[in-house]
């Protein structure tokens, strides 16, 4: 599975846009993009997932560039109920198996 | 759907005592994972199921470790002659592979804190 790179963390305020970036330039073109957050204490809770077109659901959007070796993941209105660490990994498209799991971004939304 | 489910949700023991920990998947289910994740860091990877046959083992998962899925349901993961470095939250995540489509996502449950004193 491709890696991926996040920033360790970033702030928002509350209300405002969450856009948290990450690079997969290592990407292979039958690998998704998957998106998960994990609040303090709990199992990572999956958020969106995409191949190379831009997703949204009712929890976030998901933007891939062109070439695929980056995305944001998109929220578009941070609640203080949003602060959590943010992972972004790369799976494979048939038979993916486990998923490797960096360090990610952990986004403080402040009042 | 009722989600992943993990028991216990919180485990003290002591240096060189057994534990066991059981997942139970979300219905229907045919791939079964376990995870380890220390503070400050990732899930890593530990094994996973499809159905009952375990399909990958991680270095990780040293021989005082093992892992079942006797009836391709819930999962237990058993660690022997625990160690003080085996302090972590193992998690448990299920999904549903499909013939041909999209990955299978995987969905995590709340995790099992283990303490070794």
């Known amino acids: 599975d491709a890696k991926t790179t996040q920033p360790p963390s970033m702030d928002c305020a509350e209300g405002r846009a969450a856009n948290l970036p990450c690079n997969h330039s290592t990407i292979s073109g039958n690998e998704y993009v998957y998106w998960y957050r994990q609040i303090h204490s709990q199992g990572p809770q999956y958020i969106i997932h995409g191949l190379k077109n831009n997703e949204t659901n009712e929890m976030a959007s998901l933007i891939i560039t062109e070439d695929r070796k980056s995305s944001t993941l998109i929220l578009p209105h941070a609640t203080l109920r949003d602060t959590a660490v943010y992972y972004c990994?790369?799976?494979?498209?048939?038979?993916?198996?486990?998923?490797?799991f960096g360090d990610g971004t952990t986004l403080t939304v402040k009042p | 759907d009722t989600g992943v489910s993990q028991d216990p949700r919180h485990k003290i023991t002591k240096r060189g005592q057994n534990v066991t920990f059981r997942c139970d998947p979300i219905?229907?289910?045919?791939?079964l994972y376990w995870y380890r994740q220390t503070l400050g860091q990732g899930p890593e990877f530990l094994t996973y199921?499809?159905?009952?046959?375990?399909?990958?083992k991680s270095r990780l998962l040293s021989d005082r470790f093992s892992a079942e899925r006797p009836k391709g349901s819930f999962s237990t993961l058993e660690i022997q002659r625990t160690e003080q470095g085996d302090s972590a939250m193992y998690l448990c995540?299920?999904?549903?592979?499909?013939?041909?489509?999209?990955?299978?996502?995987?969905?995590f449950g709340p995790g099992t804190r283990l303490t070794v004193l």
């Open positions: 199921f499809q159905n009952e046959a375990q399909l990958e």
């Open positions: 990994i790369v799976r494979a498209r048939t038979n993916a198996g486990k998923s490797t």
């Open positions: 219905s229907e289910h045919n791939r």
């Open positions: 995540a299920s999904s549903l592979l499909h013939v041909a489509g999209d990955p299978d996502t995987q969905y």
